[in-house]
């Protein structure tokens, strides 16, 4: 018997107490002989690589396909036949202006997303944005943005620039910036707590007994899984095994962060969660991002691994000085080697997250990785002059056939604005609502991604 009515809806969610669970896709979802003409939706993802890079340890020598990897890059091998590098492009809108002071990390961050030069409290809407505008409004979640950093407007602003410019790349509008957020507990409430009806002291409750979200849903998960095939049994099984997974490494952050207090003691509204070691860290939100596009909550994710000029410490690897102050190497070469360590360090912090996309079926037998673009890139290439030319970008995942890996690409002294207006036409997102930041300087797509 043919049957031509999907058994499941795609946007399913499985409510419990305190918690609401959004389905992965399901053969269950798709009408019998019409599995084929289901397609995945489009991923996109911002990396912000803070503080500049090493970049003759970034730039591969050669242009072309089948380039060597340099040492930053190495950690990327598996994923090289979907990445593709982009040298040679400036954010030339964040240039100093005559009668303007300072800002040499603030305005390239805040012009990054937005090819605009930021000024006052005005820049642009960046492109995350009105991409998350156009293809987010079938997802609960428009967009997030996460980072390794306090959500604070702390960091390096400086002469006429405010903080809030080197703490976000996002702009929901020229005078609207969002914040970003770091704790993996307040990301997983997000995705994961059920804010229609769940109150502070429910939260409190589960954190005290330690207990999952998956908990209050385990009647009904098991109802499901009697109506469901085997392969949907094993899928729906893996998901909320990895929704499982990040919750318990939460939970063991916590227990180790709570300073002897009783848990039942945690306060809601700044809960602890927050890794001390930024290996453990990211690999906490690049799990919560990876189930954030897994179960379809958002199609827009912006991260940075942290404040633009951020001072964070990398102890483990060696080095006494922060983050920007390693940066400032005057030609040192101690302090070159170690900003080297620190640039691979975050290296592998991506990979991790990549690895898991290439390992993600989607519905059509594709991968998470295919069906997605993430843009790696920093708005400094040299920290230690503040150069904002020629800055660092790789571009990983296929987009749906509209990125060719396996390449080094050059484009000189072009804009990077290009690349991002690019993305946005990728989407299906008008182009001209880009352009239409007011400065903006973008001059055309890039016709050489595919």
Known sequence: MMIFKRAIPRRTFIKGAGATIALPFLDAMVPALAASDVKPSLKVGNVYLTTGRVMDSWTPKTVGENFELTPTLEPFAPYKDQMLVISGMDI??????????????????????????????RVGT????????????????LSLELSLDTPEWVGQGGGDYQPFYTATMSWRTPTTPLPVENNPRKVFERLFGDTDSMSQDAMKRRISRQSSVLDSVSDRVQRLMKDIGASDRYKLDEYLSAVREVERGIQAVESRTASGDSMSQVDISRPTGIPTDVMTHSHLIFDLMFLAYRSDMTRVISFMFGHEGTNRNYTELGATDGHHSLSHHKGDPTAISLLKKVDLYQSNMLAYFLDKMKNAKEADGSTMLDNSVIVAGGGLSDANNHVHNKVPVAVFGGAQGKVRGNRHIVHMDEPLSNLHLSVVGMTGAPTEEYFSNETADATGVLKDLA
């Not at 990390?105 to 997303?113: F, G, I, K, M, W």
């Not at 991409?131 to 079938?138: E, F, L, P, S, V």
């Open 92 to 121: 030339k809108c964040s240039d100093l202006l005559p009668g303007e002071r300072g800002g040499p990390h603030a305005r390239p961050c805040a012009a990054y997303l937005t090819g605009v030069h930021p000024f006052g409290d």
């Open 126 to 141: 960046s492109m995350d944005q009105i991409i998350a505008k156009h293809i987010g409004q079938d997802s609960p979640l």
